[in-house]
C-alpha cells in the first residue's frame, strides 16, 4: 500500500497553474471539468436553487465574474457565474470555474469593486485547483470522497442527499485551508488590479469579515467565515500586498445599488420567510403561517414562499391546502427538486400514486435522495411493479438511517 501510495505520488506530480509551484495530481484536468459540469446545477440546488425572479442580477454578476476571469491565470476554464435564493451570506466554487454567490451576500456589499473582490477570490480557489486538492487529500486518505466527511447544510434534505450530488455540496461547502486562502487572497488583488478595480476594496472586506466573526453577526459564522474564516493575518498580508501594487480603481458604487435594487426591496419578505421557518422550527405553526403570508403578499412569484406555506400546512394536516401551494412551487420553478419532493410526498399522503410518482422521479433526476427511492418503491409496491420496488428499495437501503432501515425491512418483506 505504501509503494502504491508513494508511486501516485511520484508519478503524479504537476505544476500549479496558478502558482507554478509543483503538486500531487491524481485528477486530470478532464476530470476536474467533468466534476465541475455534473455537479453545477444538483449543488446549486442544494444551496437554495436558483434567484430566478431577477434574471438580470445574475447577467451582472456573470460581466463582473468574468473580467476577473479573463485576467486570471486560467482564463480558458469555463467559468459560469450564478446568483442563488439563499439568505446565507455565502460564495462558493467548484472545479472548473463553476462559481456560485448568495443573496444573501450580496446585499452586504457596498460595491461592484467589493463583488469582484468576492469572484476574484472564488476564480483563485477555482483556478489553483484548491478543492481538487482537498479531494486528492481524501483520497489518499480514504480512497474516497467520503473522506471530506463535511454536512451539507442546513437542507432539510441534506442527510438523504445521495450519489454525487452529495459530493458536489461537500466540495461547496468544505473548509479551506488558511494557505489556500491567502493564496486566494492574493492573487484575487492581483486580479482586481489587473481588471481595473481598486484592490482595496478586498482589504476593507476581510476587515468587516473580520469584525463579524468575532461575534457581531453570528449568522455568518456557519456560513461564509465556515468555508472562508477570516484572521487578522489575512487582513495585514491582503493590506501589505495592496500597499505594495498600489490602491485606486473602479469601485463602481452606483451601477451596483441600481443592480441589487430588486434584492433589497425583496429583504423584508425573505425576512418574514426566515423569521416563518425559525417559528416552523419551534412548532408554532400559527405564527409561522401569518409570517409566511406577509412574505407571499409583498412577492406572489417566489416559489421559495409558496413550498414553506405548504410544509406548514402539511404540519397542520391540511393537505389538501398543501397540495395547492407545492402545485404553485412547482409551477414557479418546476426544476427545483426540492418542490418536486414536496409535491410527490404530499400526493402520495393524499393516495395520488401517478401524480407521486412523476414528481419523484423528476426530483431525483435533479438531485437523488434516499427518501424519493423509498416512497417510489412504495408506490411500486401498491401498484404491483415488484421489480422496480426491490431496484428502489435497494437503492434507498444503501443510504443508511432511518430511511435505509425501512428501505431493508420492505425489502425484506418483498422476499418472503
Given at each position: 500500500m505504501a509503494l502504491a501510495v508513494m508511486f501516485l505520488i511520484i508519478t503524479g506530480c504537476a505544476v500549479n497553474p496558478v502558482t507554478g509551484k509543483k503538486q500531487l495530481s491524481l485528477i486530470s484536468e478532464s476530470q476536474e471539468l467533468a466534476l465541475g459540469a455534473e455537479q453545477y446545477t444538483p449543488t446549486q440546488q442544494t444551496q437554495g436553487g436558483r434567484f430566478y425572479l431577477d434574471p438580470e442580477l445574475t447577467v451582472y454578476v456573470r460581466e463582473v465574474g468574468m473580467k476577473m476571469a479573463r485576467v486570471s491565470d486560467r482564463p480558458d476554464l469555463p467559468y459560469e457565474f450564478v446568483v442563488l435564493n439563499a439568505s446565507a451570506p455565502n460564495a462558493w466554487a467548484l472545479p472548473g470555474g463553476k462559481i456560485a454567490v448568495n443573496r444573501g451576500l450580496l446585499v452586504k456589499f457596498d460595491d461592484e469593486a467589493q463583488?469582484?473582490?468576492?469572484?476574484?477570490?472564488?476564480?483563485?480557489?477555482?483556478?489553483?485547483?484548491?478543492?481538487?486538492?482537498?479531494?486528492?487529500q481524501g483520497m489518499l486518505i480514504t480512497a474516497g470522497v467520503a473522506g471530506l466527511g463535511l454536512a451539507l447544510s442546513d437542507n432539510e434534505?441534506?442527510?438523504?442527499?445521495?450519489?454525487?450530488?452529495?459530493?458536489?455540496?461537500?466540495?461547496?461547502?468544505?473548509?479551506?485551508?488558511?494557505?489556500?486562502?491567502?493564496?486566494?487572497?492574493?492573487?484575487?488583488?492581483?486580479?482586481?488590479?489587473?481588471?481595473?478595480?481598486?484592490?482595496?476594496?478586498?482589504?476593507?472586506?476581510?476587515?468587516?469579515?473580520?469584525?463579524?466573526?468575532?461575534?457581531?453577526?453570528?449568522?455568518?459564522?456557519?456560513?461564509?467565515?465556515?468555508?472562508?474564516?477570516?484572521?487578522?493575518?489575512?487582513?495585514?498580508?491582503?493590506?501589505?500586498?495592496?500597499?505594495?501594487?498600489?490602491?485606486?480603481?473602479?469601485r463602481g458604487r452606483d451601477i451596483y445599488q441600481r443592480r441589487i435594487a430588486m434584492i433589497k426591496e425583496l429583504q423584508p419578505a425573505y425576512d418574514a420567510h426566515d423569521e416563518a421557518m425559525k417559528l416552523a422550527s419551534k412548532g408554532d405553526m400559527s405564527g409561522a403561517l401569518d409570517s409566511i403570508n406577509k412574505a407571499i403578499r409583498q412577492e406572489s412569484g417566489e416559489a421559495k414562499f409558496y413550498a414553506l406555506r405548504g410544509r406548514i400546512f402539511k404540519k397542520q394536516n391540511e393537505t389538501e391546502k398543501a397540495q395547492a401551494d407545492f402545485d404553485k412551487a412547482v409551477s414557479l420553478y418546476p426544476e427545483m427538486f426540492e418542490y418536486q419532493l414536496y409535491n410527490g410526498l404530499n400526493a402520495l399522503a393524499l393516495n395520488n400514486l401517478d401524480k407521486s410518482r412523476g414528481h419523484l422521479e423528476r426530483a431525483n433526476q435533479v438531485v437523488p435522495t434516499s427518501i424519493a427511492f423509498l416512497r417510489l418503491g412504495d408506490i411500486a409496491s401498491r401498484q404491483g411493479r415488484r421489480n422496480d420496488a426491490v431496484k428502489y428499495y435497494s437503492t434507498a437501503a444503501e443510504a443508511g438511517g432511518d430511511v435505509g432501515e425501512e428501505a431493508k425491512r420492505k425489502l425484506a418483506e418483498l422476499a418472503r
Open positions: 463583488l469582484a473582490s468576492v469572484l476574484g477570490h472564488e476564480i483563485v480557489h477555482a483556478a489553483a485547483r484548491h478543492s481538487v486538492q482537498r479531494m486528492q434534505w441534506a442527510g438523504l442527499i445521495m450519489g454525487g450530488a452529495a459530493v458536489g455540496a461537500q466540495l461547496a461547502l468544505a473548509q479551506y485551508s488558511q494557505g489556500d486562502e491567502l493564496e486566494s487572497d492574493a492573487y484575487g488583488i492581483r486580479y482586481m488590479k489587473a481588471a481595473g478595480y481598486d484592490p482595496q476594496a478586498a482589504v476593507e472586506l476581510q476587515e468587516l469579515f473580520l469584525e463579524l466573526s468575532q461575534g457581531r453577526d453570528s449568522s455568518w459564522l456557519d456560513n461564509m467565515f465556515a468555508t472562508h474564516p477570516p484572521s487578522a493575518k489575512r487582513v495585514q498580508e491582503n493590506q501589505a500586498l495592496v500597499s505594495q501594487i498600489g490602491a485606486g480603481g473602479f
